[in-house]
């Protein structure tokens, strides 16, 4: 199957959800032209498609290798990953003075949507880079931007976060990585860490590790967590690369997806010889960490569209083609019958309001860069909606996909089962979805008392039309009141459906809104007009029936002891 490009769409959304041409009013933006616009667009489909595209196959089946020197990227992705760094796509918005063009950071999510929907495993690489460089932005010294910020810019060199360790999962305070000062302002690094998404491979010269460890009489917890950059080679005072500086992968997990995404343990100072340098002040980790998270939970949203996109076009495609059963007598192709329709209509507006939720978090973070206050408080309530949402919308898509295949989707040589594979764990890391909803109920709904909820609410409920989805607003509106006042447990059991709830609304808004802004009747004002419909009709009711689990205390979980769930 060929990957065809979302450009008009991606377009589309940009103009109406993002509102890019109001970013490119300010002078930061005003390179963001409607022409410079359309042509990276139009160019980075036509890249993915010829370049990336056609690897997406071997990725999985090849996948990336462990070997003695290392890890090595299947046949044909070294000369690909090149080709991006080339053509400079890795440049969209990193900023100008390291190289970049400086452009909003809503036009890197489409680029970075058609990279991942041509090859999802292969597009994790510049994703990451683009966190350790919002770090180094962030909390690094003008002499770490600018020995680093140049190669990681254009993608000469790719960039890692270094959180995860046996003990510390989700409880990031239970990291033991050590750190030891050298006596030169550097310091020493020992330690283990596991699930390094490229933590190792040979597509670039050097490797960027942001590693988040523990300086002697650190207090315990997250309050002692600092960062500190280490790179697999040293890197000269010149920018020259230097000897390897005692980073070893271990292995690399042997995954059920993503396998051209080498997933690494990583073993640092094993002879005492890895150096790091501190990023921020010691003890200033965790909030260097939460940059590069929200930056990642915003991208590993995005994955989940990019799930969605190449799903859906290989299920439209398979059912256009597929001849089985018949219509008024006559043989047809699947797409014919209700049941195959409603699975590829259910996937078309779903993969559009994960993208429209997703974009609309991204011109949040544009604006929040320009010095808005109320956009960041928006765009920190968005965040676990557009991570949990958008990838639990990758999966239902890619199951959806499978379905609509029949028994060959359960065969892999359709491919209909490697978007599944590939976006399960998108729910999963960078903060489960679970947390994801914990956080929303937690920090997210306590900013201003709720006035940050409620003014979301407030711009929903005065732009929406649909009856069922003022309902819907309604219904969240009522619920985020109670939990305000509500007990932990009782916020916590109720936390998922009303992230689902809320994120439905969400997305029922901007979809509504498109639906007002699409002109014309040719196929794609007819194909959105159809999916705003069917979302609105079928997908905000299943939503408002979350209620009752949102409104639900956690009594009953706790009814029974825990060795009752093994009867």
Same mark, same amino acid.
């Given at each position: 199957?060929?990957?065809?490009?979302?450009?008009?769409?991606?377009?589309? *959304?940009?103009?109406? #959800?993002?509102?890019?041409?109001?970013?490119?009013?300010?002078?930061?933006?005003?390179?963001?032209?409607? $022409?410079?616009?359309?042509?990276?667009?139009?160019?980075?489909?036509? =890249?993915?498609?010829?370049?990336?595209?056609?690897?997406?196959?071997?990725?999985?089946?090849? %996948?990336?290798?462990?070997?003695?020197?290392?890890?090595? /990227?299947?046949?044909?992705?070294?000369?690909?990953?090149?080709? @991006?760094? $080339?053509?400079?796509?890795?440049?969209? &918005?990193?900023?100008?003075?390291?190289?970049?063009?400086?452009?909003?950071?809503?036009?890197?999510?489409?680029?970075?949507?058609?990279?991942?929907?041509?090859?999802?495993? =292969?597009?994790?690489?510049?994703?990451?880079? *683009?966190?350790? #460089?919002?770090?180094?932005?962030?909390? %690094?010294?003008?002499?770490? !931007?600018?020995?680093?910020?140049?190669?990681?810019?254009?993608?000469?060199?790719?960039?890692?976060?270094?959180?995860?360790?046996?003990?510390?999962?989700?409880?990031?305070?239970?990291?033991? +990585?050590?750190?030891?000062?050298?006596?030169?302002?550097?310091?020493?690094?020992?330690?283990?860490?596991?699930?390094?998404?490229?933590?190792?491979?040979?597509? +670039?010269?050097?490797? *960027?590790?942001?590693?988040?460890?523990?300086?002697?009489?650190?207090?315990?917890?997250?309050?002692?967590?600092?960062?500190?950059?280490?790179?697999?080679?040293?890197?000269?005072?010149?920018?020259?690369?230097?000897?390897?500086?005692?980073?070893?992968?271990? &292995? #690399?997990?042997?995954?059920?997806?993503?396998?051209?995404?080498?997933?690494?343990?990583?073993? =640092?100072?094993?002879?005492?010889?890895?150096?790091?340098?501190?990023?921020?002040?010691?003890?200033?980790?965790?909030?260097?960490?939460?940059?590069?998270?929200?930056?990642?939970?915003?991208?590993?949203?995005?994955?989940?569209?990019?799930?969605?996109?190449?799903?859906? !076009?290989?299920?439209?495609?398979?059912?256009?083609?597929? /001849?089985?059963?018949?219509?008024?007598?006559?043989?047809?192709?699947? *797409?014919?019958?209700?049941?195959?329709?409603?699975?590829?209509?259910?996937?078309?507006?779903?993969? /559009?309001?994960?993208?429209?939720?997703? @974009?609309?978090?991204?011109?949040?973070?544009?604006?929040?860069?320009?010095?808005?206050?109320?956009?960041?408080?928006?765009?920190?309530?968005?965040?676990?909606?557009?991570?949990?949402?958008?990838?639990?919308?990758?999966?239902?898509?890619?199951?959806?996909?499978?379905?609509?295949?029949?028994?060959?989707?359960?065969?892999?040589?359709?491919?209909?089962?490697?978007?599944?594979?590939?976006?399960?764990?998108?729910?999963?890391?960078?903060?489960?979805?679970?947390?994801?909803?914990?956080?929303?109920?937690?920090?997210?709904?306590?900013?201003?008392?709720?006035?940050?909820?409620?003014?979301?609410?407030?711009? /929903?409920?005065?732009? +929406?039309?649909?009856?069922?989805?003022?309902?819907?607003?309604?219904?969240?509106?009522?619920?985020?009141?109670?939990?305000?006042?509500?007990?932990?447990?009782?916020?916590?059991?109720?936390?998922?459906?009303?992230?689902?709830?809320? &994120?439905?609304?969400?997305?029922?808004?901007?979809?509504?809104?498109?639906?007002?802004?699409?002109?014309?009747?040719?196929?794609?004002?007819?194909?959105?007009?159809?999916?705003?419909?069917? @979302?609105?009709?079928?997908?905000?009711?299943?939503?408002?029936?979350?209620?009752?689990?949102?409104?639900?205390?956690?009594?009953?979980?706790?009814?029974?002891?825990?060795?009752?769930?093994?009867?």
């Amino acid at each position: 199957m060929s990957f065809t490009p979302p450009v008009s769409e991606q377009r589309f *959304v940009l103009d109406h #959800i993002a509102r890019i041409g109001d970013l490119a009013e300010n002078a930061r933006f005003a390179d963001a032209t409607p $022409d410079l616009i359309d042509a990276v667009l139009e160019g980075i489909g036509a =890249f993915a498609a010829g370049e990336w595209a056609p690897l997406d196959r071997r990725g999985d089946e090849v %996948g990336a290798k462990w070997t003695e020197d290392g890890v090595v /990227m299947p046949e044909g992705f070294r000369e690909a990953y090149q080709a @991006y760094v $080339d053509n400079g796509w890795g440049t969209i &918005s990193s900023p100008t003075e390291f190289g970049g063009q400086g452009l909003p950071v809503s036009l890197t999510a489409a680029v970075l949507e058609t990279l991942g929907a041509a090859n999802l495993g =292969f597009a994790l690489a510049p994703i990451l880079t *683009v966190g350790a #460089i919002e770090a180094l932005m962030h909390h %690094g010294s003008p002499e770490q !931007q600018a020995k680093y910020l140049p190669k990681l810019a254009t993608g000469e060199w790719t960039g890692t976060m270094n959180l995860t360790e046996p003990q510390a999962g989700s409880d990031v305070g239970a990291v033991k +990585t050590k750190a030891e000062p050298r006596g030169d302002g550097k310091w020493s690094i020992s330690g283990t860490k596991i699930y390094i998404s490229f933590g190792d491979h040979d597509l +670039t010269d050097n490797i *960027v590790h942001l590693v988040l460890a523990r300086t002697p009489d650190a207090p315990p917890g997250t309050k002692g967590l600092s960062l500190f950059l280490v790179p697999k080679f040293r890197v000269n005072e010149d920018g020259s690369i230097g000897e390897a500086n005692d980073v070893k992968v271990v &292995s #690399i997990e042997h995954k059920m997806g993503l396998h051209a995404s080498p997933t690494c343990v990583l073993s =640092f100072g094993d002879e005492g010889e890895c150096v790091g340098e501190l990023i921020g002040p010691e003890f200033g980790g965790i909030a260097a960490m939460f940059t590069m998270m929200n930056n990642a939970r915003l991208n590993v949203g995005l994955e989940g569209v990019q799930a969605a996109e190449r799903a859906t !076009q290989r299920a439209v495609d398979y059912a256009r083609d597929r /001849m089985q059963g018949a219509r008024n007598k006559e043989a047809v192709a699947i *797409v014919e019958h209700p049941d195959v329709r409603r699975m590829l209509m259910r996937m078309k507006a779903q993969t /559009m309001a994960a993208r429209a939720l997703v @974009y609309y978090a991204f011109g949040q973070l544009d604006r929040a860069g320009l010095g808005d206050g109320d956009a960041k408080k928006r765009l920190d309530l968005l965040t676990p909606l557009a991570k949990a949402h958008g990838t639990d919308i990758g999966s239902e898509v890619s199951d959806l996909g499978i379905q609509v295949h029949g028994g060959m989707g359960f065969v892999e040589e359709t491919g209909a089962a490697q978007h599944y594979r590939d976006s399960r764990v998108f729910r999963i890391y960078e903060g489960t979805n679970g947390i994801q909803a914990a956080d929303l109920v937690g920090r997210k709904l306590s900013m201003d008392g709720g006035a940050t909820l409620f003014a979301l609410i407030d711009d /929903m409920r005065g732009e +929406t039309q649909d009856e069922g989805l003022l309902a819907l607003i309604d219904a969240c509106e009522e619920i985020g009141r109670k939990l305000l006042d509500a007990d932990a447990d009782d916020r916590l059991a109720a936390s998922y459906p009303f992230l689902t709830m809320l &994120s439905v609304a969400v997305c029922g808004w901007l979809l509504e809104r498109q639906d007002r802004a699409v002109e014309g009747d040719g196929a794609f004002a007819a194909m959105k007009r159809a999916a705003v419909a069917f @979302y609105l009709g079928q997908i905000v009711p299943e939503a408002l029936g979350l209620k009752a689990a949102a409104s639900a205390r956690a009594q009953v979980l706790y009814s029974i002891g825990a060795e009752a769930f093994a009867a």
